[in-house]
């Protein structure tokens, strides 16, 4: 029942970017704050209903493959990229082997990541080797590239699919990915602000966490990340006094 529940994200997104699509030339406006909407859906749908199948996968391999096509799809980019990243982020918890972390290192010593470039230019990498290092740490599987050459060639028939039907039609899919994910980096922001090294924090407000699913237990979720989204328990330790979208933009000013 949980698994069916969260696909709301997903479909919400779909149906918020189908609808912009169709209010266009006439409502141009309110198409794209529909596909902007959209991009908020993405970010909620990838943190908890693809990380939700990140976990915890069907049997049938045919029911796992065609899943991962179509999140694909709805993401703009490989699911088996993202699977591949987040199996390093619980390797490496926010550390700086971790592909998403939000420290650096500058004069061997640890700084925080720049908000902004953290957000704005989420698709350009900060470390080196990184699909090298995933396979020597097993987070990324014999075949799994292979997968992703398969789901990026869907991606692009989207992109073509699109482009001969309206070509604006094709950059507003692009819009939808592109604010989805900066918004998804600003929520890994504040899960993780950099303040304490290799910590993650969570949004603890019961109304919240009944809404999306305890989406907001995300450091629970890192100290159990075999436990399903109902079985997660708040500790009442590392807590914020606001949603991660939002910790992230307020860093210390966030804390409990």
């Given amino acids: 029942m949980l698994r069916l529940c969260i696909q709301i994200f997903t479909i919400g997104q779909v149906v918020l970017f189908l609808l912009g699509l169709s209010l266009l030339p006439e409502h141009s406006a309110l ?13 909620f749908s990838l943190h908890i209903t693809v990380h939700h199948f990140v976990h915890f996968r069907f049997q049938f391999t045919l029911i796992n493959v065609t899943i991962e096509l179509l999140y694909s799809i709805t993401l703009g980019l490989p699911y088996t990229f993202y699977k591949m990243q987040h199996f390093n982020h619980h390797r490496y918890n926010n550390q700086l082997g971790d592909f998403t972390s939000t420290w650096t290192e500058s004069n061997g010593k640890l700084v ?126 590392c807590e914020l006094k606001m949603p991660h979208i939002s910790a992230g933009i307020y860093g210390n000013e966030a804390l409990k």
């Fill in 112 to 237: 925080p990541k720049n908000l902004l470039r953290y957000i704005l230019f989420w698709w350009i990498p900060t470390q080196t080797n990184i699909f090298k290092r995933a396979e020597e740490d097993g987070d990324l599987k014999p075949g799994d590239k292979i997968k992703m050459g398969i789901q990026l060639i869907f991606i692009l028939c989207i992109y073509l699919g699109l482009y001969f039907i309206n070509p604006i039609y094709t950059i507003l899919y692009l819009v939808m990915v592109y604010t989805g994910w900066s918004l998804v980096a600003l929520t890994n922001f504040g899960q993780h602000l950099p303040i304490a090294y290799g910590e993650s924090y969570s949004y603890t407000n019961a109304f919240y966490n009944v809404i999306f699913f305890n989406n907001g237990l995300h450091h629970e979720h890192h100290k159990k990340p075999n436990l399903n989204y109902n079985e997660l328990k708040k500790e009442e330790v």
């Fill in 31 to 43: 198409s794209i704050l529909l596909i902007v909407l959209a991009g908020l859906f993405l970010n």
